[in-house]
C-alpha cells in the first residue's frame, strides 16, 4: 500500500515550452504532497508543499509563477513548469504522506531536460 | 531547505568492508529516514529511527541516533558491489502535512 505515481518519468521539451509532472496517490487519499527538485549529484531540495483544495506553500528562492502547483483532487498534484529553460533541467520528486501513520512514500521522479 | 551535512561526501570501500556515513542536522526532530538512491533513479526508504530511539538495526544496516548532538550515523557491514549508491539522511518533524528535509548525501562506491 501507500503507492504514489509519478508520470511522465522522462520528458524533453524545447526552451519557452511548459511541461506538467502529476503526482498520484494510489491507494490513499493526500491532503499534502510534496515538490522536490534535484540536481546532478546534489541533494533533494524541498520546493513546495501541496495542499488539496488550497494555495501550494513555496521554499525560499522558488518563483511559485514558475512553478505552478495545482492539488484539485486528494489523489492529485500537478507541478506545471512555465516557460521553461535550460536551468529548470533537473529530476523533480513527489512525495505524499498517507494521513495514518506519517510515513513518507516517493514517486519514482521526473527526468525533466529543457533543450 | 536542507537540514545539514552529511559526512562523508563521498567513500570509495572494498566488498565486504563496512560502511559508516554521519549525518547532521539543525532543528528538533520527530524522526529521521535513510535513503538510497542509485544514479538517476527514485528513492529507497531504508531506515528509520525516532527521536526516543538510540539505535536500530535492519539487515546489514544499524542506525543510531544522538539528539543531543543532533546526529545520526547509517551503518552497512559487509558491503557489496550492489550497495554502491547515493545514501541520504532525511529529517521529519512527525507532524502530519511537514515534509521532510534531506541531508546532502554520501555517494558510496562499492568495488569489487
Known amino acids: 500500500g501507500a503507492v504514489v505515481s509519478q508520470h511522465p518519468s522522462r520528458v524533453i521539451c524545447k526552451s519557452g515550452t511548459s511541461v506538467k509532472i502529476e503526482c498520484r496517490s494510489l491507494?490513499?487519499?493526500?491532503?499534502?504532497m510534496f515538490w522536490y527538485r534535484q540536481f546532478p549529484k546534489q541533494s533533494l531540495m524541498l520546493m513546495a508543499t501541496s495542499n488539496e483544495g488550497s494555495k501550494a506553500t513555496y521554499e525560499q528562492g522558488v518563483e511559485k509563477d514558475k512553478f505552478l502547483i495545482n492539488h484539485a483532487s486528494l489523489t492529485l498534484s500537478t507541478l506545471t513548469v512555465t516557460s521553461a529553460h535550460p536551468e529548470d533541467s533537473s529530476f523533480y520528486i513527489c512525495?505524499?504522506?498517507?494521513?495514518?501513520?506519517?510515513?513518507?512514500?516517493f514517486g519514482s521522479g521526473t527526468r525533466l531536460t529543457v533543450v | 531547505s536542507q537540514q545539514g551535512e552529511e559526512d562523508p561526501q563521498a567513500l570509495s570501500i572494498q566488498e565486504g568492508e563496512n560502511a559508516t556515513m554521519n549525518c547532521s542536522y539543525k532543528?528538533?526532530?520527530?524522526?529521521l529516514q535513510w535513503y538510497r538512491q542509485n544514479s538517476g533513479r527514485g528513492l529507497v526508504h531504508l531506515i528509520l529511527i525516532r527521536s526516543n530511539e538510540r539505535e536500530k538495526h535492519s539487515g546489514r544496516l544499524r542506525v543510531t541516533l544522538d539528539t543531543s548532538k543532533k546526529s545520526s550515523s547509517l551503518l552497512i557491514t559487509a558491503s557489496r558491489a550492489a550497495d554502491t549508491a547515493s545514501y541520504f539522511c532525511?529529517?521529519?518533524?512527525?507532524?502530519?502535512?511537514?515534509?521532510?528535509?534531506f541531508g546532502k548525501g554520501t555517494t558510496l562506491s562499492v568495488s569489487s
Open positions: 532543528t528538533s526532530i520527530n524522526n
Open positions: 512525495s505524499a504522506s498517507p494521513p495514518v501513520n506519517y510515513g513518507y512514500t
Open positions: 491507494d490513499f487519499q493526500a491532503t499534502t
Open positions: 532525511a529529517t521529519g518533524a512527525g507532524q502530519a502535512g511537514t515534509a521532510l528535509i
